[in-house]
């Protein structure tokens, strides 16, 4: 089943510095794999710091709203761009100096899982909220580039064929993710003070037959928003439902009737009192 066609699809590049594409329909597929097909080309060398872009694919609660509600991100980032998502950037800071062994190599694909209380930390590349990542140099080259990304029974996958030889390599693999159905896929992107050209040739989500047992299916169903195992994220409260014309009737009359009783038993209690304290005098 591949997705982007006309009818699925909107662009949500409501302002210049976030556009991209997203689906118009939430997809109810509990299991499933996303390919990109993309080229990257900036005014700089492959691996050169000074670019800068940052690309995101998203599984997110709201159709074109990139930045808002609950989501699943991917984002290929570096240190200058401003990115949240399948984060994929690919800039750093200007500077003369060598990278110090703890420091990435750029550009970078990092993974987020966020519930709509996070918020992509920039400064130190989203390494806060970060899942795991790895290295794609992937600017300027002569053939296209491929990201798929694969979630089944809770086990999130992200591979790159970034090499010409169409031959897939492990970038993250993290157990115990939880997403919710009836989300949007999309692709979003936030430009910093650098930037590259990014261009989507094609996205495609594919739905995969997975067997599960009935434990598995009640599990995967009482998903409400999306988390991590061992992983724990702030305000990791299931939004209610609004409430129906019946309940909120009954709550009211139940109300009211309370509220007539405590006054009835109020003023017993205050005749009674009276009573008694005319009795003393007499």
Not at 54 to 66: D, E, H, N
Not at 174 to 194: A, M, N, Q
Request: proline content about 9%.
């Amino acid at each position: 089943m591949s997705v982007p066609s006309a009818d699925l699809w909107e662009d949500s590049s409501q302002t210049p510095e976030c556009q991209g594409p997203f689906q118009t329909h939430p997809r109810w597929e509990d299991s499933w794999r996303q390919v990109l097909r993309s080229v990257t080309s900036g005014p700089c060398s492959s691996s050169d710091p000074l670019s800068a872009g940052s690309p995101r694919l998203l599984v997110t609660r709201q159709s074109g709203r990139p930045a808002c509600g609950e989501q699943l991100s991917f984002v290929c980032r570096s240190p200058v761009a401003a990115g949240t998502g399948v984060p994929a950037s690919s800039s750093s800071p200007p500077s003369a100096l060598p990278p110090l062994p703890s420091q990435r190599v750029f550009p970078y694909v990092s993974a987020m899982v966020n519930n709509g209380s996070l918020s992509y930390d920039h400064e130190r590349d989203g390494r806060p909220t970060e899942l795991g990542g790895c290295t794609a140099i992937v600017r300027n080259l002569h053939y296209d580039t491929f990201l798929v990304i694969r979630y089944v029974k809770r086990h999130l996958t992200i591979m790159m064929d970034i090499d010409g030889k169409h031959e897939w390599r492990d970038c993250i693999e993290v157990p115990g993710v939880r997403l919710p159905r009836g989300y949007y896929f999309g692709t979003s992107s936030i430009t910093g003070d650098l930037s590259d050209n990014h261009d989507v040739i094609s996205l495609k989500l594919f739905e995969l037959t997975v067997e599960r047992t009935p434990e598995e299916e009640k599990l995967h169903r009482d998903v409400f928003l999306p988390s991590v195992d061992n992983m724990k994220l702030p305000e990791m409260t299931a939004p209610l439902p609004p409430l129906s014309g019946l309940a909120l009737f009954l709550i009211v009359f139940f109300s009211l009737v309370f509220s007539v009783f405590a006054i009835v038993i109020g003023i017993i209690l205050y005749n009674k009192w009276q009573d008694q304290s005319r009795k003393r005098f007499y």
